[in-house]
Each structure stands twice: as C-alpha cells, then as structure tokens.
C-alpha cells in the first residue's frame, strides 16, 4: 500500500510519477547504446536513475540517505519499479564505473522528445523586432570542490572547481548544449558548438570575445552580441542618431572596424561593427555592447544583451534547489552523472510547471512543495494546483482523541 494514505485518485507516489515523464523505451535505447547495463546483474542503468534522481529531488547529501530514503519500506521499493533497494557499496561502483554519457544522451534525448512541448507554453520576454529568430545564449558557471578530494578539478594552488558550459535555447527557455570541464578551461574553448545556422543570434559575456570566433560566426551568418573588451582598439566610422524623446540611457551608437594587428590577421577588420554605448543607473556604469548587426533598433540590441540574465537565473536555481554543489561520489564519472541527472530532473519540473500547472509558481517554492509531497500518494494535478499556504480546517469533527501516558518513556 506505501507510505501513506492513497488521496486524490492516485496509485503511486509523486516521485514515481514523476520518473514516469521519462519514457521507458528511452532510457533502454540510451543504455543498450552505452552499454552500460553489460555485466550488470542488479543496480542496472535504471536503478542508478531512480537513485540519482532521488537525490536531486529528496536533497540528500550522503548515499546512506539515499539508501535509508529508498529502503524505507517494500512497498515504496515495489512502485518505484525496483526490485530491491540499493546498497552504499553498489552506488559507490554504479557512480565510478557507469559512464556519464548514458544520462548526458537521455538529457538530449529527452529534450528533443519533449521540445515542442516546451516551446509552445515557454514564458520568455518576447523582442518585437526578432520574434521569430531563434536566439542562443552562452555562458557558463563554476562549482567550487575541494581539492583534497576531487584532486582530478584543480582549479587553483589550494582549490578545485568543474565548470558547467551551457548553451541556453530562448525558444525552449532551457539548456541545449551542455559541457562539464575542470574549471581552468577558458570559457571560449568550454563549448565545441559555438557556430550555429544561419540567422541564428548568440548572445554572451566579454569572455567570448574573440576575433577568430567573430570571423566565424560572420561566415556562418550568425549575428553575435557581446561586450567589448576594454583594451580593444577601433575607430568611428559614422555615428548613429539616438532616439530623442525616449531611450535616454543610450549615450552613443556608432559604425567601427576593429585595427588592432590580430584583428587584422584574422579578417575581422574588414567587417563593419555596430558598438552600442548603454549607460545603468542601477549600477552607475556603461555597458559597451558589440554586434555585427547594424539595422536594428539599439533598445533592441540592449535588450538582447539583457536575456543574459535568464542564464544567469538558471544557475542560480540549480544550484539553490537542485543537489549540485554537495555530490555523493568524488571521481568525474560520479560528479558528471549527478549533474547530469540534476538537468534531467529539471527538465522533469520545468514540464509540470508548464503543461499541468494552471498558475504561475516560483521555481524554488514549486520544488520545496515537490520535495514535501515526494512519497505521499498524491497526484501531479493535485500538488501542483490544489496545495497552497495558509491554514486548512478539518471538516467535521474527528473521532480521535489523545491520550497522553505518563510512562511513555519509561
């Protein structure tokens, strides 16, 4: 019967049917092709998914946790499909031994099952100008690891740290490309698709300002829009008017080319570049955005520039709700699959939010009220449109009174 009482027309608890959002027949195909069920007799490929994902959504920081949690009881083993629960020592060999890969192609997979899904009901900032183009954004973060036991992440002298390379779709509102790397790899070599079809916009930080990747991207006919590097040597070729009632934070629009020897060496100097000037009241700075369009509007470019801040807000929620700043295993293998399985599971939640949610949740708040209902038998509708805060009255009169034994400890 489970844990707890069956309520709301249900017969599994939330995490089963959660797990259920990801098709059977695809997470067999993704192991048969890594093959990483061979010589596996127990804690198959399928197991270790149940775990991990346990993991991100109960919060559990040690594999005893994740044991315990499973272990809990027959019934909870039996709907979550297992046919026993699984030990520390089988997590530790699944974790080192299983390759990554399985999991990085199920995310892939199952993004692009599930992608039009996610670009009908996507709650994105819509440009006028650009509606219809499709935009990339490009950024990445660091998760700092301590060194003595991720030795394999060197970072600096005294620290380790991986770093997560992330290609964010605007359409989908969620990553598509996603890279794990030591920390010390440059941004500008995280990412081996960094040219993308044509008409495509690509949006990133001062990082990714590189001459030859500029090149690249205006033989592929992609427009980029990036910050200029302060040091970057250019000329005016012409000077743009700017709005004269509104958009008063623009403090210049110009036409340049870049002259500096490198840029020459690379063929860049020889296209012309639109540099925006946007000055930030909030921050009391100016903001030099570059891009190879020179038509649009330049509220049109700031504003393009400003979707960085969706990334941004993507990390920070991953890394505040989802396990991947604590890890349950040290080596790369096991540090790899538990992000990995951490995009899935919010991939998993970003599909409740947007296909069964009738109202607007926070992230943070929708995943604390996932996590609370996680065992009860309580369907996906009911938690995500039925509970909400506030105090809740008993109908009738319960027939239960307490009784408090004196010698209850004794």
Same mark, same amino acid.
């Given at each position: 019967?489970?844990?707890?009482?069956?309520?709301?027309?249900?017969?599994?608890?939330?995490?089963?049917?959660?797990?259920?959002?990801?098709?059977?027949?695809?997470?067999?195909?993704?192991?048969?092709?890594?093959?990483?069920?061979?010589?596996?007799?127990?804690?198959?490929?399928?197991?270790?998914?149940?775990?991990?994902?346990?993991?991100?959504?109960?919060?559990?920081?040690?594999?005893?946790?994740?044991?315990?949690?499973?272990?809990?009881?027959?019934?909870?083993?039996?709907?979550?499909?297992?046919?026993?629960?699984?030990?520390?020592?089988?997590?530790?060999?699944?974790?080192?031994?299983?390759?990554?890969?399985?999991?990085?192609?199920?995310?892939?997979?199952?993004?692009?099952?599930?992608?039009?899904?996610?670009?009908?009901?996507?709650?994105?900032?819509?440009?006028?100008?650009?509606?219809?183009?499709?935009?990339?954004?490009?950024?990445?973060?660091?998760?700092?690891?301590?060194?003595?036991?991720?030795?394999?992440?060197?970072?600096?002298?005294?620290?380790?740290?991986?770093?997560?390379?992330?290609?964010?779709?605007?359409?989908?509102?969620?990553?598509?490309?996603?890279?794990?790397?030591?920390?010390?790899?440059?941004?500008?070599?995280?990412?081996?698709?960094?040219?993308?079809?044509?008409?495509?916009?690509?949006?990133?930080?001062?990082?990714?300002?590189?001459?030859?990747?500029?090149?690249?991207?205006?033989?592929?006919?992609? *427009?980029?829009? #990036?910050?200029? %590097?302060?040091?970057?040597? $250019? /000329?005016?070729?012409? +000077?743009?008017?700017?709005?004269?009632? !509104?958009?008063?934070?623009?403090?210049?629009?110009?036409?340049?080319?870049?002259?500096?020897?490198?840029?020459?060496?690379?063929?860049?100097?020889?296209?012309?570049?639109?540099?925006?000037?946007?000055?930030?009241?909030?921050?009391?700075?100016?903001?030099?955005?570059?891009?190879?369009?020179?038509?649009?509007?330049?509220?049109?470019?700031?504003?393009?520039?400003?979707?960085?801040?969706?990334?941004?807000?993507?990390?920070?929620?991953?890394?505040?709700?989802?396990?991947?700043?604590?890890?349950?295993?040290?080596?790369?293998?096991?540090?790899?699959?538990?992000?990995?399985?951490?995009?899935?599971?919010?991939?998993?939640?970003?599909? *409740?939010?947007? #296909?069964?949610? %009738?109202?607007?949740?926070? $992230? /943070?708040?929708?995943? +604390?009220?996932?996590?609370?209902?996680? !065992?009860?038998?309580?369907?996906?509708?009911?938690?995500?449109?039925?509970?909400?805060?506030?105090?809740?009255?008993?109908?009738?009169?319960?027939?239960?009174?307490?009784?408090?034994?004196?010698?209850?400890?004794?």
């Amino acid at each position: 019967m489970g844990l707890f009482k069956r309520i709301k027309n249900t017969n599994t608890p939330l995490i089963r049917q959660t797990l259920d959002l990801v098709p059977r027949w695809m997470l067999i195909r993704c192991a048969e092709n890594h093959k990483s069920d061979k010589g596996c007799s127990k804690y198959k490929t399928y197991d270790q998914f149940v775990a991990l994902t346990f993991v991100q959504l109960n919060k559990c920081y040690t594999l005893s946790d994740i044991s315990a949690g499973i272990g809990v009881s027959e019934g909870f083993i039996s709907n979550l499909g297992l046919d026993q629960s699984p030990a520390r020592s089988t997590m530790s060999d699944g974790n080192k031994k299983r390759s990554y890969k399985v999991f990085e192609t199920l995310y892939n997979r199952l993004l692009t099952h599930c992608g039009h899904i996610l670009s009908k009901s996507h709650q994105r900032h819509i440009i006028e100008e650009i509606k219809d183009r499709n935009i990339k954004l490009i950024d990445s973060t660091v998760i700092s690891l301590c060194l003595s036991m991720f030795d394999w992440a060197k970072f600096r002298t005294a620290k380790g740290g991986i770093k997560i390379h992330t290609c964010w779709d605007d359409t989908l509102m969620i990553p598509d490309v996603v890279n794990i790397s030591p920390a010390k790899l440059h941004d500008r070599y995280g990412l081996k698709q960094l040219v993308f079809t044509k008409g495509t916009i690509v949006v990133e930080d001062r990082a990714y300002f590189d001459f030859q990747l500029m090149m690249h991207r205006v033989r592929a006919e992609n *427009i980029f829009v #990036t910050r200029i %590097k302060t040091n970057t040597v $250019f /000329s005016t070729i012409k +000077e743009l008017d700017l709005p004269e009632d !509104t958009d008063q934070d623009f403090l210049k629009d110009e036409i340049i080319p870049l002259n500096s020897k490198k840029a020459i060496e690379t063929g860049i100097s020889e296209v012309k570049l639109r540099l925006v000037h946007v000055y930030k009241p909030d921050e009391n700075k100016v903001i030099e955005i570059i891009t190879n369009q020179l038509d649009w509007k330049a509220r049109t470019i700031a504003d393009l520039y400003k979707k960085r801040w969706d990334i941004e807000l993507f990390f920070k929620a991953i890394k505040q709700n989802l396990q991947i700043k604590t890890f349950v295993g040290t080596s790369e293998n096991a540090v790899k699959s538990q992000i990995y399985v951490a995009l899935i599971s919010y991939l998993l939640l970003l599909l *409740i939010i947007r #296909t069964i949610a %009738k109202k607007k949740h926070a $992230f /943070s708040n929708f995943v +604390e009220k996932i996590r609370i209902c996680l !065992t009860f038998h309580l369907t996906l509708d009911y938690v995500s449109n039925q509970i909400s805060e506030g105090a809740k009255k008993i109908r009738g009169k319960p027939n239960i009174e307490l009784e408090f034994k004196p010698d209850l400890f004794s």
